[in-house]
């Protein structure tokens, strides 16, 4: 995928919206681009700076481009937080002409049987969450974030100046370990109020489940990309 939004863009100039750690940021400079990150925490701008990039600290809509254009937007697992018109008008104004916009999310499909497990445990310690684990034991997570993908494509339209937004799909898979997998847990947003004993419940569970299935287990991944391409003049 960032082989293929350097190849298609005008040139090096990339701006990370939302950058978090610097994940994102650091793989496009190893595809040989120049890239300044816009990161709203400071914990994590700062991270991103002793890995190498630059950050500058900021929400997207507020941030001061200051007359620098570039050749293109992306936005790892972000965009979400961005509203969706304001931030497509935001790079259009600091896209150069035939530069491109390209927010993306990651999509995991969780192995029923990990899943179930994390269903079930949190429903045990949160009876009254507000978050609807069910449903994700029958569908399709690619499927869950289609309304996501296309409240981006119709805000990079609303807010014009772009070719109409498409989506690119690159599919790959990670191994986790029971630990490796415990470790990310915590970090999902249904899960990262939970006290630490409920939090140990859910974990517990899932990781009974992980050992059943021999310590650990592949993820597939999609990476879905809602793209487009800056039209017109500056």
């Given at each position: 995928?960032?082989?293929?939004?350097?190849?298609?863009?005008?040139?090096?100039?990339?701006?990370?919206?939302?950058?978090?750690?610097?994940?994102?940021?650091?793989?496009?400079?190893?595809?040989?681009?120049?890239?300044?990150?816009?990161?709203?925490?400071?914990?994590?701008?700062?991270?991103?700076?002793?890995?190498?990039?630059?950050?500058?600290?900021?929400?997207?809509?507020?941030?001061?481009?200051?007359?620098?254009?570039?050749?293109?937007?992306?936005?790892?697992?972000?965009?979400?937080?961005?509203?969706?018109?304001?931030?497509?008008?935001k790079a259009r104004h600091v896209l150069r002409p035939g530069g491109r916009l390209a927010p993306f999310h990651h999509v995991f499909q969780t192995p029923p049987e990990v899943m179930e497990a994390?269903?079930?445990?949190?429903?045990?310690?949160?009876?009254?969450?507000?978050?609807?684990?069910?449903?994700?034991?029958?569908?399709?997570?690619?499927?869950a974030y289609q309304p996501l993908f296309a409240k981006i494509a119709d805000g990079i339209r609303e807010a014009g100046g772009f070719s109409d937004p498409e989506q690119w799909r690159f599919d790959?898979?990670?191994?986790?370990?029971?630990?490796?997998?415990?470790?990310?847990?915590?970090?999902?947003?249904?899960?990262?109020?939970?006290?630490?004993?409920?939090?140990?419940?859910?974990?517990?569970?899932?990781?009974?489940?992980?050992?059943?299935?021999?310590?650990?287990?592949?993820?597939?991944?999609?990476?879905?990309?809602?793209?487009?391409?800056?039209?017109?003049?500056?």
């Amino acid at each position: 995928m960032v082989d293929r939004i350097v190849a298609l863009s005008p040139g090096p100039d990339v701006l990370d919206v939302g950058c978090g750690t610097g994940i994102a940021a650091r793989q496009f400079k190893a595809a040989g681009c120049m890239v300044l990150g816009v990161e709203p925490d400071p914990r994590m701008a700062e991270f991103a700076r002793c890995s190498g990039v630059e950050v500058e600290v900021a929400t997207f809509e507020a941030w001061e481009a200051a007359g620098r254009v570039f050749d293109a937007v992306v936005a790892g697992t972000a965009w979400h937080w961005v509203d969706p018109v304001a931030g497509a008008v935001k790079a259009r104004h600091v896209l150069r002409p035939g530069g491109r916009l390209a927010p993306f999310h990651h999509v995991f499909q969780t192995p029923p049987e990990v899943m179930e497990a994390l269903v079930t445990a949190h429903r045990r310690v949160v009876p009254d969450s507000p978050f609807n684990l069910s449903s994700q034991l029958t569908r399709s997570a690619l499927d869950a974030y289609q309304p996501l993908f296309a409240k981006i494509a119709d805000g990079i339209r609303e807010a014009g100046g772009f070719s109409d937004p498409e989506q690119w799909r690159f599919d790959w898979e990670r191994s986790y370990t029971r630990d490796e997998w415990l470790d990310q847990l915590p970090t999902f947003g249904n899960l990262t109020q939970l006290p630490l004993d409920k939090l140990a419940v859910v974990q517990a569970s899932v990781g009974a489940a992980i050992d059943a299935l021999g310590g650990s287990f592949t993820m597939p991944y999609a990476t879905v990309a809602v793209t487009a391409t800056r039209t017109g003049a500056p």
